[in-house]
């Protein structure tokens, strides 16, 4: 799933790309992928977008009069992608903004599971769709975290990906934060001093501004990753073998020396003791 870094850098890919002509013809739309029926998805011909935001993991494309937001949820394997007139497309994309002069928008999907997202709603409807969403994780300064962690006691892992708690962080980024603070995945969010909190607020920064400029230069996960996904390869800080523990229906990756005092965490899944 695309995290806050990777859709902030097509954003602003996008923000320029989209305003330049007025909306030709907006669909036809995948019947999975469209999630709402009024306004129809034709209102939008003739029209243009102001630019492109970003709201946690959403895309957002307000038009210009700020009546109606079109809204993009990628979910796991959804893709954007801005076709210039002339350029090779996908016949059969799961959505498609057709714009005057020949460029698209086009969103695909991999896999057999349609679960990419597409919304065209008033500004207010949109606010009320995603009221639920938290602070955006690059926004956050070391007191908002702290305002954050101090709500209730969680273990530090889930709450960094809760997007109820702050929007943007999923799996990968949490591995890659909780590695630079040098914090166990599972620490308890009320047990942290204020030091701690500082440290992980810097991490969290750093992690995700990192990250944005190497997706803004295009590059893609075994750039941006020094520990998600490398299972048994040295940490990038201190040499020692990042391991792996499963948890519910997540992977966690850490480093036992940076993280966990040198102790190997359990594996927590239920399936392991029904097997
Ligand atoms: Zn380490």
Known sequence: ????????????????????????????AHIATLKTFAPPLSSLDGRRFEGAKRRGKNLLFPLQGDDLVLRVHLMSAGRLRFLPAGAKAPKT???????????????????????????????EQLDE????????????????????????RRQLHP??????????????????????????????STDLSDEEIERLATAMHEDLTRALELRERGKGDSDVYVVHNRLGEPCPQCGTPIARVD?????????????????LLKDRRLSRLLR
């Not at 859709?7 to 923000?15: I, K, Q, S, T, Y």
């Not at 709450?159 to 890659?176: C, F, K, S």
Request: charged fraction near 30%; proline fraction near 8%.
């Open 1 to 28: 799933m695309p995290e806050l870094p990777e859709v902030e850098a097509w954003v602003r890919e996008l923000d320029p790309l989209v305003s330049r002509a007025p909306i030709d013809k907006a669909g036809p």
């Open 129 to 152: 769709d995603l009221a639920h969403l938290g602070p955006d994780a690059l926004e956050l300064d070391a007191a908002g975290v702290g305002e954050i962690l101090g709500r209730e």
């Open 93 to 123: 994309p799961m959505f498609r903004v057709r714009f005057t002069g020949g460029d698209e928008l086009v969103l695909t999907e991999g896999g057999k599971k349609k679960r990419a997202g597409v919304w065209l709603v008033t500004p």
């Open 247 to 263: 948890f519910e229906e997540h992977t966690i990756y850490y480093c036992p020396s940076c993280q966990t005092g040198g102790r």
């Open 159 to 188: 709450l960094l990906r809760d997007q109820r708690a702050l929007t943007g962080i999923g799996r990968a980024h949490a591995n890659e934060i909780l590695l630079r603070a040098r914090m166990s995945p599972f620490k308890a």
